[in-house]
């Protein structure tokens, strides 16, 4: 199935996307409508469990997009499950350490890569896709076009994100900008020195190593302007965020004298 950040990346094209945390699959297709490329299913910040990320991940596909997950923790479990379900990459939050980033990659690539456990799953149409009518051309498929993405918005990851870049397996990193700044000291500040000094480093490292760079923003202005900083595919908003938005302006216009 095709992965629009990945192809879009590979052609020298920006990709654009947003996060799912209602657990509505009716909501991610909606989604159809709208010139998104992905939707990143939430399971970190959210109390989406698996049968119900399985059910937005297929919505999604359903309705032409790319379909991410984030996973809630740094286990094989958290990261098997959503690949098995059709997830199209993995964004992995809370890294601190090269070691942990290994540690993903053996349950995010199969073998040579990683160790990644084989079951014929949704994601090769439980072994009738025709990427998956060997073994060994699933295995290769799913390692060169699944993205497994480390989130860096840690002090450790930060310290490590040159060797982390530039490990086989890894496809990009995720900037998870406000708790990055919360771990530079500086919530929320965006354009304090440190936290665009390491938003920097970041980019540069992924230039280096030939790898994907991604990153969180708000809304339109801050998506336009992180295109311009050279962020190869930017996470617009959240589907919760702008609902309550999208209402609360309503309700104000309702009442204005």
Known sequence: ????????????????????????????????????DYVIVDTEHSPV???????????????????????NEISRTAVLRLLDVG???VVVPCVESV?????????????????RGFCPTRDGGWGHASHAASIGGYMDTCNRDTL???????????????????LDGVDGIFVGPFDLSIALG???????????DAIARVQTACRRSGKLSLIFTGGPAASRQ?????????????????FVEMYK?????VWKP
């Open 99 to 115: 070691d942990e980033v290994r540690e993903l990659i053996r349950y995010a690539k199969f073998a040579p890569l990683g160790n």
């Open 1 to 36: 199935m095709k992965n629009a950040v990945l192809e879009k990346w590979r052609q020298g094209e920006k990709s654009l996307g947003t996060f799912a945390a209602m657990g509505s699959p009716l909501t991610v297709e909606s989604l159809r409508y709208t010139g998104l």
């Open 186 to 196: 500086h919530p929320g500040e965006f354009d304090a020195p440190p936290v665009r």
């Open 226 to 242: 992180r295109f311009a900083e050279g962020f190869d595919s930017v996470t617009m908003g959240m589907d919760t965020l702008l």
């Open 87 to 89: 997830a199209q990459g």
């Open 148 to 166: 497994l993405l480390p989130q860096c918005e840690t002090a450790g990851c930060l310290e490590h994100i040159e060797e982390i870049t530039a």
């Open 249 to 253: 302006n309503m309700v104000s216009d």
């Open 49 to 71: 469990g698996i049968e119900s990320a399985a059910a937005q991940i297929a919505a999604a596909q359903g309705a032409g997009l790319t379909a991410l997950a984030r996973a």
